[in-house]
């Protein structure tokens, strides 16, 4: 079975421009789960999509937002850049439960930098 | 509000000795997960503890979940520079389903 995979592997961008992060779970997940990780604040909870839901939202500002679609791939979409975005972007799926209750397998994340 | 310790931020050891990372909750905590990402890669799952007191082990590795369901640790006997990573444990409490993070104990083990 394919793992989860991420595209694009590395972006830069500019202050003010806004980019969009795919994911594609592994087969039969329906859960995706989107997290930013950076060396002063550690791993963070994005958002959570199950059956083209959000089902959980993190603590971050509505610049951040995401989608699935019905075969279970995620994207998701940062508005007007700041350079506090760069940072290694992680997706992960889960079959079913909320992603805190079950098994989650990260992709090898997109890394963001903002110039 | 919650407050989630994962200590110590780093670990050197040699090869041999082993290791020992700690997550200590002020609350109780509904479940605990540990995760491993060695350097330059993902997370990868390694343990899920649900019940007080919960013991699990996993060849070289012990995972603990304390009886109040507030403290948890993962024990690493006799590390190989394979163990080399950072581990996390991921938490939440009370009727949130928010993965929290810790911040991680990173491991380096010379041989």
């Known amino acids: 079975k394919a793992g989860v995979t991420q595209t694009p592997r590395y972006l830069i961008k500019t202050r003010g421009q806004q980019v969009t992060l795919s994911c594609s779970p592994i087969?039969?997940?329906?859960?995706v789960s989107w997290y930013q990780q950076t060396p002063g604040q550690g791993l963070q909870f994005l958002f959570e999509y199950f059956s083209e839901t959000q089902r959980n939202k993190g603590n971050f500002p509505g610049r951040f937002s995401g989608r699935q679609f019905s075969n279970s791939r995620s994207e998701m979409n940062v508005s007007t850049l700041e350079l506090g975005d760069s940072a290694l972007y992680l997706c992960?799926?889960?079959?079913?439960?909320?992603?805190?209750?079950?098994?989650?397998?990260f992709g090898p994340g997109t890394r963001l930098t903002v110039l | 509000g919650q407050q989630v310790m994962q200590i110590p931020q780093y670990q050197h050891v040699q090869e041999g000795e082993d290791f020992t990372t700690y997550c200590n909750s002020s609350?109780?905590?509904?479940?605990i997960q540990w995760y491993k990402q060695r350097p330059g890669g993902h997370p990868v799952f390694l343990i899920q503890?649900?019940?007080?007191?919960e013991v699990k082990k996993q060849k070289r590795l012990t995972f603990q979940f304390g009886e109040a369901k507030k403290n948890s640790s993962l024990h690493i006997t006799a590390t190989q520079t394979t163990d080399v990573g950072t581990y996390f444990c991921?938490?939440?409490?009370?009727?949130?389903?928010?993965?929290?993070f810790g911040r991680g104990t990173s491991l380096i083990v010379h041989p």
């Open positions: 609350t109780t905590l509904s479940n």
């Open positions: 503890l649900v019940k007080s007191g």
């Open positions: 992960a799926s889960s079959l079913s439960a909320p992603s805190s209750k079950d098994t989650q397998y």
């Open positions: 087969s039969g997940h329906r859960s």
């Open positions: 991921v938490f939440t409490s009370g009727g949130s389903y928010i993965p929290t």
